[in-house]
């Protein structure tokens, strides 16, 4: 596809289990200059059904002020097709074209409730008090969900080390609601809050665990997407939280119990399904009829019609009040149910990995579904329904059910005696844990939940509960052809596809197949390994441990990963390179997991990422290259502006301000004595710290997020002062200006002599990456000398100790991370049109450290005694190489591939 086309394709990344639901926003990327905002309207088709609805806005803009990443909202009653077609039509910006279909949206006071009509449905939002939704309608008046509220329960101690445990039961409490976005096509309701105690008398308690909830309705759906996010600002020591849940009331008034209906989702496609008072099964037969639109969910003839007077007995019949299913490990789910509070349990036979769908409804009025994505992945979970014989019943999602023990969110250690900075460097040498006292605090981490709602007006099929729970567990996801997305630039251009063909040499075949191994890997160690759970899933881990045949979970820096050394892009980029749906969804789950839980949101270390550890938030090293905004960047554009991700991107501008309150290099600081930051100078790395910062910028000013003139302003104030340190980035560090973004030589070297102070790190965290994309993308906004600076950067890095010498005066010593520095070889390489340095940076690829090409690239089985259970391992993975060779392999192949003997 060429970017010289009006018009771009895009194609299910899946489809195979989209019927009658489509609801989907897609990401849309334009070329430099050619479309401008007001001056272009957007239209859809397919080639199987002609024109589509479509709802269109810009999320992104070129420096030039035109066009660069557009987000669509497809309705719900789109025909799947194998691809769509989107056109950019140059217009005038009285001659916009609108959608003529929309949803309604009805407010009568500025406090009033929001009713949302999509044309399905009718929702009332109330905008105060604990309920979420007040109701929830259908086309022909049948209420058939109420009330939603959040629930929370806690302790405030765990019941192993008192006699007794304080319950404290919390209920939502709305602080506020926006209308963030009403279309034709799409409405996104955004509301805020906290958890308030029901029960403020015996022990009163402030709201906590604040929380945000996007609600998504599109047009002609009868489904809802709730993107469900808390953040914790608890006290770890004195407040466990036993559950967290969503919860609702379904009416069932006039519904005789052989006519109500449970259902829930079971292993892969099955549903477990049953009447609240079942006519199977029994010693009299009330006809095969009766009893087939029983198990189908449809309406029973009147029990007069029954055979052998089986309407006669069901008086007899047993109705089931209360059914439960839990969740509480990545293997096994279980059931139950009881006829009433005060009565035995019956359980129900369970199964391993519950699909996460829940239903209550009736078999004339219909029902509620609800449901969450990753449900299994994501235990301890749970799914309640209450009072299914009483007029009212309840159906309840516990994201964590309080089934499974308290949430203990505690440090692992007391610190073992580590009472200074030297002992804890101490430390760091034996567990590679940088422990302090104090840091290792969950307080302002935060959870992303996706939770379904799916209106029924009838008691859904088996069939049809299947694929509800196929489309939540992996709604639709459209993209445009990465090829596109390449010529465009908007993602830069250090990434190449692969397409085998008849020019494909062994070298890159051979690369090729070490890409795929190494994500297979991966993806088979998060199922083996069982790298799941509330807080845990979405990561992987740092360090293989050989001996015990198993991956140092429990050693101080070497257990979760963390977003060491770039995962995120490696995963990212490995998904442009071969648009494969399941490196998408891993690399999805990556990221809601590495921007959440690894980054504070709140409180004064707020943008803040934590280096790897046994916990996600145990290590004292709170650093903005954790947190980078690079790591969400292509997913935020490629799900059309996913509101969630742009908040988190948002927040890394804060990033900054931290340091003024934590230094991190305070341990190291070879002037900590004496070093005070200030608002003027503070001391920041020019590789790790300066490009979060820059990344942080960037992307606020092409997305134009609030505050994005001073980000612009940072960006190229800070790039200007890069070029003027006399050895740029070979400088190491400086001072930086944090109200202006100025950079000035390091307090050692103010009269800008030069010096030099390399890191292994420096370029390891994104930096390769925004400095591409600045030189890409900034055209004459550019600062004279700044690619010089990055170019001299990546050309001497892995230079010889007498060329290095020979530049700066002075070797760069016995450096590291040889292998993934060998792509920056290839930047200068690619940027000088020298090909004698693209020679040298396949050499420096295959020939000094990291992964060798005689390795064996392929797993071993360890299976039987030496194992709790059979895994697959290679002694040789490293996490932090593989990262590195992964991005070196890709951006080496679009670099300098003819160089690639």
């Known amino acids: 596809m060429s970017t010289n086309n009006k018009d771009v394709k895009l194609r299910c990344l899946e489809r195979h289990y989209i019927k009658d639901n489509f609801s989907a926003t897609a990401g849309v990327p334009w070329p430099r200059g050619k479309y401008w905002p007001d001056r272009t309207t957007f239209t859809c088709s397919s080639h199987m059904n002609g024109s589509i609805a ?30 769509y077609s989107v056109e950019a039509i140059p217009t005038t910006p009285n001659h916009l074209e609108s959608v003529s279909i929309g949803i309604l949206i009805k407010q009568d006071t500025c406090t009033g409730p929001i009713e949302v009509d999509t044309g399905k449905v009718r929702v009332v939002f109330p905008t105060t008090g604990s309920e979420l939704i007040k109701s929830i309608v259908l086309n022909d008046g049948t209420t058939i969900g109420q009330n939603g509220r959040l629930i929370l329960r806690s302790k405030a101690s765990l019941p192993t080390e008192t006699e007794k445990s304080d319950n404290r039961q919390f209920l939502s409490s709305i602080e506020n609601v926006n209308i963030d976005q009403e279309g034709p096509i799409r409405a996104l309701l955004t509301v ?248 290792g605090t969950p307080f302002g981490i935060a959870r992303t939940n996706e939770i379904f709602l799916f209106a029924f007006d009838h008691t859904p099929t088996s069939a049809q509960l299947s694929s509800s729970v196929q489309y939540m567990r992996n709604p639709p996801v459209v993209i445009p052809d990465p090829e596109y997305i390449l010529e465009t630039g908007v993602l830069g251009t250090f990434w190449s596809r692969s397409v085998p063909t008849e020019n494909t040499t062994p070298a890159e075949a051979e690369i090729n197949r070490n890409l795929d191994f190494l994500f297979e890997f991966y993806k088979t160690q998060i199922s083996q390994r069982r790298w799941y759970g509330f807080w845990d899933h979405g990561d992987i881990m740092h360090t293989y441990d050989g001996d015990r045949h ?48 690894d980054v504070y949101h709140i409180g004064p270390w707020k943008g803040l990422g934590t280096r790897h550890g046994v916990q996600h938030w145990s290590d004292s090293c709170k650093q903005a290259r954790i947190s980078n905004a690079l790591y969400r960047w292509i997913f935020f554009y490629l799900m059309g502006g996913d509101e969630r991700t742009g908040e988190l991107l948002d927040e890394t501008l804060h990033a900054e301000k931290t340091f003024l309150a934590l230094d991190p290099y305070r341990k190291v600081r070879r002037n900590k004595a004496s070093y005070k930051p200030t608002v003027e100078a503070v001391s920041i790395s020019l590789g790790t710290d300066w490009s979060a910062f820059a990344a942080a910028w960037f992307i606020s000013w092409e997305r134009r997020a609030p505050g994005w003139e001073e980000a612009k302003s940072k960006l190229l104030s800070s790039m200007a002062g890069m070029s003027q340190l006399h050895n740029g980035f070979v400088t190491g560090m400086a001072l930086y200006d944090t109200q202006t973004g100025q950079i ?158």
Not at 580 to 590: C, G, H, M, S
Not at 807 to 827: C, D
Not at 863 to 887: F, K, Q
């Open 54 to 83: 479509l709802q269109s806005w810009v999320i992104a803009y070129w420096p030039d002020g035109s066009i660069k990443w557009t987000a669509h909202a497809f309705a719900a009653d789109t025909d799947v097709a194998s691809s």
């Open 192 to 439: 805020r809050g906290n958890h308030r105690a029901v029960d403020t008398d015996s022990r009163p308690q402030s709201p906590w665990i604040p929380f945000i909830l996007r609600f998504y309705l599109y047009y002609n759906s009868d489904s809802i997407r709730i993107v469900h996010t808390i953040t914790y600002d608890g006290d770890p020591q004195t407040s466990f939280i036993k559950g967290i849940g969503i919860q609702f009331d379904v009416p069932l008034k006039d519904e005789l119990p052989c006519n109500r209906h449970v259902r829930f989702a079971g292993v892969d496609d099955g549903v477990f399904g049953e009447a609240v008072q079942g006519v199977t099964g029994l010693r009299r037969n009330p006809g095969l009829s009766v009893r087939t639109a029983q198990i189908n969910g449809e309406p029973l003839p009147p029990m007069d019609t029954w055979l052998d007077e089986v309407g006669d007995y069901m008086k007899w019949v047993p109705c089931w009040n209360d059914y439960s299913l839990s969740q509480l490990s990545p293997d096994g789910y279980t059931m139950k149910k009881r006829t009433a509070a005060g009565h035995s349990w019956v359980n129900i036979p369970g199964g391993t990995q519950a699909g996460g769908l829940g239903y209550l409804g009736g078999a004339t009025r219909g029902g509620l579904g609800l449901g969450m994505r990753y449900f299994w992945e994501r235990y301890p979970t749970g799914l309640d329904i209450r009072n299914a014989t009483e007029a009212t019943g309840e159906i309840t999602l516990w994201l964590y059910s309080p089934s499974a023990e308290a949430m203990d969110l505690r440090p692992y250690h007391d610190g073992l005696g580590q009472e200074t900075y030297d002992e804890e460097l101490d430390a760091l040498r034996i567990t590679y844990e940088d422990w302090e006292y104090g840091t």
């Open 550 to 597: 198993s991956w140092c979970y429990d050693i101080g820096g070497y257990a979760w990963d963390n977003s060491e050394l770039s995962p995120d892009l490696f995963f990212w980029l490995y998904f442009l390179r071969t648009s494969r749906k399941d490196v998408y969804r891993l690399a999805e789950a990556f990221t809601r997991h590495t921007g959440e839980v």
């Open 744 to 901: 000035h030589p390091p307090s050692h070297d103010l009269s800008n002599q030069g010096v030099v102070q390399i890191s292994h790190l420096s370029a390891m965290f994104g930096l390769f990456e925004i400095c591409a994309v600045l030189v890409n993308c900034l055209g004459s906004d550019l600062p004279s000398g700044f690619e010089k600076a990055w170019v001299d950067y990546c050309l001497y890095f892995n230079a010889t100790a007498e060329e290095q010498s020979q530049r700066y005066g002075v070797g760069f010593g016995n450096l590291i991370l040889r292998q993934g520095h060998s792509r920056l070889t290839a930047y200068a390489a690619n940027r000088l049109e020298d090909s004698v340095l693209g020679q040298r940076s396949w050499k420096e690829f295959y020939n000094v450290d990291g992964y060798a090409p005689d390795l064996p690239w392929v797993s071993r089985s360890v299976t039987g005694c030496l194992v709790p259970v059979n895994v697959e391992e290679a002694n040789w993975i490293s996490t932090n190489l593989s990262s590195l060779y992964g991005l070196a392999a890709i951006q080496n192949l679009a670099l300098v591939k003819r160089a690639l003997a």
